[in-house]
């Protein structure tokens, strides 16, 4: 153990470690030669990638130039049209009869999309949106649940050179308001309603509550009918979806966009405080998202058929539902409703009945699968399913195991196994980076339950100490990206200054991404969660990760968060939220073997003082848990800013508990 003052300590070791299947490598798309050549000419690198995944209109002169540090400019002189990448290429070249998007809607309709049609819907918004004035530069803003217009909004944006800005269909009506004000948008494209577990639930209403002030920059209001719902209508600036784009002609010719153009604006999670509006331009955020995708999930897009079911509010349904997958040209299934209506199987229904081969998903569904039981996703056929994603959290390294055990070794629903379970690729990246960062190739990395495992080829990830040194094997500190990435972000929209005092102050010359992370004593990278979050008990530095995976390692408990309250003897005292899994009882009982188990497991350090069996957890609309409001509770104050949360009314619950 090092400095306890200046790292994190290293609590958890972990021995399992899974190799890929000598046939998977045999046939996947990347092999170690990416990291050898990305190590011997970064740039070079980036540059063939670029041209590899892109078709440029004009070539680009230069890979990068950082001399505007720390805003880069990336493909300089390169002219790229992202919808002519995503689509009419796709065409050309003679794939106009595959499935670009599988489309299920939530009430259990359903619509396929192929690229010839996705083509023709993206040309007919363009021309429709055009002729409403719109134009290249201009900013959209988009309130729309997840249905296929969301990602044909996105594509006439891009293609027009519009400025997009998804704004979640969560999301209340001021934070409509202020994002709409924010980027002083133009055009808010919008729908009816959608349904929330069965239930109508509606999105234009909150739209015209944002506008009912005077003072907004919106000239018109263009309005899918997906649920049917009755709205007011605003003569003014409403206008149906249906009026304006079938109607449209299906011809139009896409101008190339500069690698720099503004391709849109998105808004972090808000998990750590107030959202930050996230700036990505068109060649660089392209080329990395597609190459990643690609990459990480062996895509083979004549024959696989992905699965990410991130909302396109969120930067992963930008990555890799709007952009990435249409890019390289693959079969994609788009999701409108929830996991858990009308029945707890409906994703492994989706699975079975598309056979998605590529499943991209986040650790808090696969702790709510574990919840539920594994009874439910082993009544249906998953053996489609060849690599799992997941992406938003650290995943606990017995979920990791969950999500290998049944959903990936799922040979069918008579309980057959399969010999090679499908490669699970754990994927760290963030908003502000574009693409994965962090991430194994599954034909190659030799991967491990709850370790992220290696940076991409050509990214510079390290970890630091208090004083930018990088830190050694084995040890935990500050995780840092060394040097520019193509998809990095190159701003927060309006405010250059707290652009770079966010992410370029802390060390010099790094960008630091807030999250602590350790390298194993084989040079695997884990995260370690947030380090605003982590808890000096003693003198020692205490990441959040850790404890939560012992306690979730537990077979009674099903999800975990801990935080540090303050405490007169230790500094800070160790506070566990745990949710149990179904069938697990609570009480004394339960408490005192949850400590002895991490006491046994990580340490008597770790050992947490409290442990609150809940209900709930508060997490925000993208299913991150808000350990401050935790932290706010433990301490006894009024929890803070919940204005993110997706359930407010979690928190006062909690409070409730906690007192009594
Ligand atoms: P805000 O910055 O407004 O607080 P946010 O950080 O939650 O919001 P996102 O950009 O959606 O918004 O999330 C990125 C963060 O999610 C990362 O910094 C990291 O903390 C966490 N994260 C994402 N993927 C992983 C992963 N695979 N393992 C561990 N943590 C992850
Ligand atoms: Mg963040």
Partial sequence: M??????????????RAFAPSAEFAA??????????????DRLGYWAERAREVLTWDTDFAETLDWSGAPV??????????????????????GNGERVAIHFEGATGDSTSYTYAELTTAVKQAANAFESLGLAKGDRVAIYLPMIPEAVITMLACARIGAVHSVVFGGFSADALRSRIDDAEAKLVVTADGTWRRGKPSSLKPAVDAALATPGHTVEHVVVVKRNGEPTDWNADLDKWWDDVVPTASGEHTPIAHDAEHPLFILYTSGTTGKPKGILHTTGGYLVQSAATHKDTFDLHPESDVFWCTADVGWVTGHSYVAYAPLINGATQVMFEGTPDSPHQGRWWEIVEKYKVSILYTAPTAIRTCMKWGR???????????????????????EAWMWYRDVIGSNAGKNGEKKEHPAPIVDTWWQTETGSHMIAPLPGVTHTKPGSAQVAVPGVSIDIVDEMGESVGDGEGGYLVIRDPWPSMLRGIWGDPERFKETYWSRFDGMYFAGDGA???????????????????????????????SSLVAHEKVAEAAVVGAKDATT???????VILRGGAEEGEDIVTELRNHVGRQIGPIAKPRHILVVPELPKTRSGKIMRRLLKDVAEGREAGDASTLADPSVMTRIAQDMRS
């Fill in 2 to 15: 090092t400095d306890a003052t200046s790292t994190l300590d290293n609590l958890m070791h972990e021995e």
């Fill in 375 to 397: 009874e439910i996703p082993d009544g249906y056929d998953l053996s489609s399913l060849r690599v799992l994603g997941t992406v938003g959290e650290p995943i606990n390294p």
């Fill in 27 to 40: 046939a996947a798309i990347a092999d170690a030669s990416r990291y050898e050549r990305a190590k011997a």
């Fill in 571 to 577: 500094g800070e005292a160790v506070v566990a939220f």
């Fill in 72 to 93: 880069a400019k990336w493909f300089v002189g390169g002219k790229v049209n992202a919808a002519y990448n995503a689509l009419d290429r796709h065409v050309e070249a």
């Fill in 518 to 548: 350790k390298f194993d004593e084989d040079g695997d990278l884990w995260l370690l969660g947030r380090v605003d979050d982590v808890m000096n008990v003693s003198g020692h530095r205490l990441s959040t990760t850790e404890i939560e």
